[in-house]
């Protein structure tokens, strides 16, 4: 196997992961398991991930020590958010082992299986790499994919197909996206983030731009028609763009839009003007509409006929952690999302407010790192109009120190200005308790973050 020159590996070879446990580190991990390689592997704590691993016979070490990299290795494989100064990628490189970001290794794979579909975004890339999975293995395309989040049609986060689709999430954080070899390739949106890489919008939108450049002329690119970077983005391709959207300025477009109950959408679906049908969704929003266009418009692409396309489409229930229905105990019902960014934020609740009327919806927002947290203070400070109440925790650190200079109490000051009910409560274990005494029948309760924050909900359902 070898990606622009640089990775060759054949099947016996012994991989090390450092950061099994990661969304996209743990699916590539099994993937090359199943596909007769020998995997080691570390991480800083157990997880469901690592756990699932251990039961496939990986030896997994908790915690990351110099001497767990030895001298029998092949080749070590890393996240970026482990570090640079990660001690066993400190030995890995004083050893002179072969070493490669995971997005090489999904890269050198895309490449050596001949059509490489990749979802990039903002928001919206787990949820659309899923549908596109569902697509295609319902389809008979018997893809490989490796997706950000659990699907239940896949039983986790990765699949080992036979054909050469393969199907990733493509991630933006420190460009790792541009390792990727894609034939098709799927932006959902553009927005300013990861400001710990990328020090401008401006950024943002030339990397993209780079990614762009990477599906060849033969290939296709889809992209959503209204976002406010599109004129710029398309300069950049050099295949043929599709685009999806609400409006007839779309190739693909939705009209007549619609919440089901009890918590779906549903909307006309044409394409350049001809009517092919309903797409009806289990889950909400109408930025999941524009996500299932997006794997429409790749499904179509590869040959699934549309009428299939929407078939399957009725029986996606979501992916784990995006918009997920926790449970319900004593009247109050507990969702769980993923949305870390402001324009994230507002969608999710926007999509709460059309489609529940019960009662109070109550938001518990835990911010994800603090160089995020900083850089779009403003914008975060206005994203929860549509919560009733709004519960903060503390932010979530990740792979940052903290630098002393924002937290999750400077939030909640910041955005009293715009909302009437801002309490900050910080630990999670005492946001579960104010969850008992306060909420009431007819409730919802949205945990929401990149973080643990999740542990709430379940606390609360488990506690009542």
């Known amino acids: 196997m070898a990606e622009k020159g640089r990775i060759n590996l054949k099947p016996g070879d012994h991989l ?46 908790y ?19 482990v570090g640079e100064e990660n001690p066993e990628l400190v030995a890995a490189k004083a050893k002179g082992l072969p070493l490669y970001e995971g997005a090489e290794l999904l890269g050198a794979i895309m490449k050596e299986k001949g059509m490489g579909i990749a979802v990039a975004g903002t928001h919206g890339k787990t949820t659309t790499t899923a549908m596109i999975a569902l697509l295609l293995i319902k389809g008979g395309k018997d893809p490989t994919v490796e997706v950000g ?50 020090p401008t919008a401006g950024a943002v939108v030339e990397s993209f731009q780079e990614f762009i450049r990477l599906v060849p002329p033969d290939g296709k690119l889809v992209f959503w028609q209204d976002d406010p970077h599109l004129t710029q983005l398309l300069t950049a391709a050099q295949a043929p763009v599709t685009t999806f959207g609400l409006t007839s300025a779309a190739d693909w477009y939705c009209t007549e839009i619609e919440a089901t109950a009890p918590l779906g959408v549903k909307g006309k679906l044409h394409r350049n003007g001809v009517y092919l049908g309903e797409l009806i969704l289990q889950v909400p929003g109408e930025h999941n509409l524009r996500n299932a266009m997006a794997a429409l418009a790749v499904a179509t692409e590869i040959g699934i006929p549309v009428a299939d396309g929407l078939n399957y489409l009725k029986t996606f229930t979501g992916v784990r952690r995006r918009f997920e229905i926790k449970g319900e105990v004593g009247g109050v019902v507990v969702i769980d999302d993923y949305a ?37 203070f403003h914008d975060f400070a206005q994203a929860f109009t549509d919560a009733d109440i709004l519960v903060l925790a ?5 792979r940052e120190a903290d630098p002393g200079d924002i937290s999750s109490r400077h939030l909640a000051e910041e955005t009293r200005k715009y909302h009437p009910d801002v309490r900050y409560i910080g630990d999670l274990a005492a946001i579960k308790e104010h969850l008992i005494v306060q909420t009431r029948p007819g409730d919802l309760v949205l945990t929401m973050g990149a973080g643990d924050v999740f542990k709430v909900g379940e606390a609360f359902l488990g506690a009542r």
């Open 63 to 81: 915690g990351h020590k110099a001497d767990q990299i030895t001298d029998d290795l092949d080749a070590v494989i890393y996240t970026n958010a």
């Open 149 to 198: 989040g659990e699907m239940k049609e896949l039983l986790g986060n990765h699949r080992t197909g036979k054909s050469p689709y393969f199907v990733v999430e493509a991630c933006e954080f420190r460009r790792s996206f541009l390792y990727l070899s894609p034939r098709i390739a799927v932006i959902t949106n553009v927005d300013w983030d990861h400001p710990d890489c990328f």
């Open 394 to 398: 503390d932010i979530y650190a990740a």
């Open 16 to 61: 090390y992961f450092i950061g099994i446990g990661g969304a996209r580190l743990s699916a590539l991990a099994k993937i090359m398991l199943e596909s007769g390689y020998k995997v080691t592997g570390s991480d800083r704590t157990a997880g469901h991930n690592t756990l699932e691993l251990e039961a496939k016979g990986v030896k997994i070490f």
């Open 340 to 376: 870390h960014h402001p324009v994230a934020i507002r969608n999710t609740l926007a999509t709460v407010k059309k489609q529940y009327s019960a009662g109070r919806v109550w938001c518990v927002f835990q911010p994800h790192l603090y160089s995020r947290t900083k850089h779009l």
